[in-house]
Each structure stands twice: as C-alpha cells, then as structure tokens.
C-alpha cells in the first residue's frame, strides 16, 4: 500500500495517475473515514480491518487538517479521525508521497 496526501485541489488525483495503475488509486480516502464516523465504526479499525483488500492500492487523502475547526461536532469527529486515519495510513504504507501544487515530494 501506498499513501499520497495533501491539501484540496493540489493534484494529487493527476499525480496519482501518471505514477499508478488506475485499479489501484482509491481517491478521498478521508470520505471512507468520514463514511465510518456516520455508521458508528472506528475508522483506524475499519483501516486495519481491510488493510489486505489495500495492498497493492495508493490510498489519495485530502489533509482536512489545516484551517478552521469546524463547529459541527460530527465535523470536528472527523477531521479528527482522519487525521489518525493518515497517521496509521503512514505506518501502514511502503510509501508516503505529498503532493503540493502538483510536486510529489516523498517522505517515507
């Protein structure tokens, strides 16, 4: 598995195609977390959980780190949970690329 992060509208997506097959890209990977928050699942668990089924995949993050907290608590769950989610992402993955105004810059 694969990890690319960075901020909305970076060219991560663009990024991830000129590097990786187009089966292995999972996009908005923080909406998987975000889904896990709804449903009442642990999304680091949920990740561990399917770690098999990403094997050979790249996981795409948006950082919703940065920026205001949000007031809605369901919203500040998740900016929260994906923020662990990348942490464990980033353990997880063989590679850690972040991408900023189109540059991949890897880091792990």
Known sequence: ???I???AGQ????YAKAHYEQDQIVDHAEKIVLQCIRKGIEPVAFLKD???GFGDKVLIFDDISM???????EMRKW???NGSAMVWSVS???NVIR???GIGLKVK
Do not use: I
């Not at 060219?11 to 663009?14: A, I």
């Open 92 to 94: 997880a993955a063989d």
């Open 1 to 3: 598995m694969d990890m």
């Open 67 to 73: 920026g205001v907290v949000p007031v809605d608590e």
């Open 79 to 81: 900016r929260d949970a």
């Open 11 to 14: 060219g991560k997506l663009e």
């Open 50 to 52: 399917s770690r098999n």
């Open 5 to 7: 992060y960075g901020g």
């Open 99 to 101: 991408v900023f105004c």
